[in-house]
């Protein structure tokens, strides 16, 4: 069973920085391609960051760009996003994803449950 | 950058009614990039189609997909309670960005 667990969220102040991690099984994590997504409080869904599964190839929103680094861990089957500089409107609840199939990196279909990242003073 | 707008913003119906749901983009998408999602208050996204008309394993065929260039629609033939949430499409493009569109939520009259 495809399992995705996201970890590292909390409070953090604005201009601070935060690690997410997320843990992967299930799958042969060194196959896919991966993805982080937010979303804001009551809001929708906003891609974030994707990373091919060599980490060859990366990608970020410009709304992060600059500020988040997306990386990974074959040999520990883990995902992360190391966030700094943070703003306000980086509060949302992070989610790992994976493409349903290899080579699928257009779609998301497995999702973990998410970390709530809270950036207030 | 494209942006997909959908409609209505929410769709008050009772179980046993047909939603039809719409997804429009400022330019055209590829059909193999367009995907929808369904999401339940505290739960993450679940991926219900691809390809704009393909089922994800394990969706009830009362789901289907249509549409191309830049008009996309998720139909649900008649709803069962489950199905009360809020639905997304998605689109992959060429400038490696996915985005979303701000959902429509389904909810029961």
């Known amino acids: 069973e495809v399992q995705l667990v996201e970890s590292g969220g909390g409070l953090v102040q604005p201009g601070g920085s935060l690690r997410l991690s997320c843990a992967a099984s299930?799958?042969?994590?060194?196959?896919?391609?991966m993805s982080w997504v937010r979303q804001a409080p009551g809001k929708g869904l906003e891609w974030v960051s994707y990373i091919s599964s060599s980490s060859s190839t990366i990608y970020y929103a410009d709304s992060v760009k600059g500020r988040f680094t997306i990386s990974r861990d074959n040999a520990k089957n883990s995902l992360y996003l190391q966030m700094n500089s943070l703003r306000d409107e980086d509060t949302a609840v992070y989610y790992c994803?994976?493409?349903?199939?290899?080579?699928?990196?257009?779609?998301?279909?497995?999702w973990g449950q998410g970390t709530l990242v809270t950036v207030s003073s | 950058e494209i942006v997909l707008t959908q409609s209505p913003g929410t769709l008050s119906l009772s179980p046993g009614e047909r939603a039809t749901l719409s997804c429009r983009a400022s330019?055209?998408?590829?059909?193999?990039?367009l995907a929808w999602y369904q999401q339940k208050p505290g739960q993450a996204p679940r991926l219900l189609i691809y390809?704009?008309?393909s089922r994800a394993t394990g969706i009830p065929d009362r789901f289907s997909g249509s549409g191309s260039g830049t008009d996309f629609t998720l139909t649900i033939s008649r709803l069962e309670p489950e199905d009360f949430a809020v639905y997304y499409c998605?689109?992959?493009?060429?400038?490696?960005?996915?985005?979303f569109g701000q959902g429509t939520k389904v909810e029961i009259k």
């Open positions: 299930g799958f042969t994590f060194s196959s896919y391609s």
């Open positions: 390809g704009a008309s």
């Open positions: 998605q689109q992959y493009d060429s400038s490696h960005t996915w985005t």
């Open positions: 330019q055209s998408v590829s059909s193999s990039y």
């Open positions: 994803a994976r493409a349903p199939s290899s080579g699928w990196y257009f779609v998301f279909g497995y």
